[in-house]
T-cell receptor, first 115, second 114 residues
Framework: ELKVEQNPLFLSMQEGKNYTIYCNYSTTSDRLYWYRQDPGKSLESLFVLLSNGAVKQEGRLMASLDTKARLSTLHITAAVHDLSATYFCAVETLKHTGANSKLTFGKGITLSVRP | DGGITQSPKYLFRKEGQNVTLSCEQNLNHDAMYWYRQDPGQGLRLIYYSQIVNDFQKGDIAEGYSVSREKKESFPLTVTSAQKNPTAFYLC?????????????FGPGTRLTVL
């Protein structure tokens, strides 16, 4: 059974500083997705990582994937209040190529940026 | 505008009643998914469907049922057999593309059992 772990589960960040959060998973997969959720809202797609060594950047966020270590990192540069939200990673499992694909989500990391 | 709609946004149910949550998409996506989210938790997969008239159980299917009679629609019924149905329910859809099987989510339905 695939397990997806995120840590820490809560992170208080100071504005302007850099931080890294982690997503570990337990079985082989080379597809990982990051989502953002604001309180009371749905999930918004942030990054799609489809191969070992994939790196994607959007604004102050940069995500990377190391499939050999079964690890994805989300790096935050110079945190700002707008980044306060819960961030989920999700790992894709495929029984057959293109079929029966499903995502297993971590519990999420809640980020809070303070002045 | 293309997207996923869920209705209602809020739903209150008495114990012992079945309720059906609606999910519609006009993205022409083949696959659709239902998730449940509890406070402070991640998403757990209830049911998913890759094609019309076919669906598979997810990790927590007990007490739920679905149908997929049309490509655009994937309603979820929460039955009285579901012991603890109060939760936030999210529907998603995906189409295999250059972005893998990236899932797009609807706005959610918050179900409360009174």
């Amino acid at each position: 059974e695939l397990k997806v772990e995120q840590n820490p589960l809560f992170l208080s960040m100071q504005e302007g500083k850099n931080y890294t959060i982690y997503c570990n998973y337990s079985t082989t997969s080379d597809r990982l997705y990051w989502y953002r959720q604001d309180p009371g809202k749905s999930l918004e797609s942030l990054f799609v990582l489809l191969s070992n060594g994939a790196v994607k950047q959007e604004g102050r966020l940069m995500a990377s994937l190391d499939t050999k270590a079964r690890l994805s990192t989300l790096h935050i540069t110079a945190a700002v209040h707008d980044l306060s939200a819960t961030y989920f990673c999700a790992v894709e499992t495929l029984k057959h190529t293109g079929a029966n694909s499903k995502l297993t989500f971590g519990k999420g990391i809640t980020l809070s940026v303070r002045p | 505008d293309g997207g996923i709609t869920q209705s209602p946004k809020y739903l209150f149910r008495k114990e012992g009643q079945n309720v059906t949550l609606s999910c519609e998409q006009n993205l022409n996506h083949d696959a659709m998914y239902w998730y449940r989210q509890d406070p402070g938790q991640g998403l757990r997969l209830i049911y998913y469907s890759q094609i019309v008239n076919d669906f598979q159980k997810g990790d927590i299917a007990e007490g739920y049922s679905v149908s997929r009679e049309k490509k655009e629609s994937f309603p979820l019924t929460v039955t009285s057999a579901q012991k603890n149905p109060t939760a936030f329910y999210l529907c998603a859809s995906t189409a295999t593309s250059g972005r893998g099987n990236e899932q797009f989510f609807g706005p959610g339905t918050r179900l409360t059992v009174l």
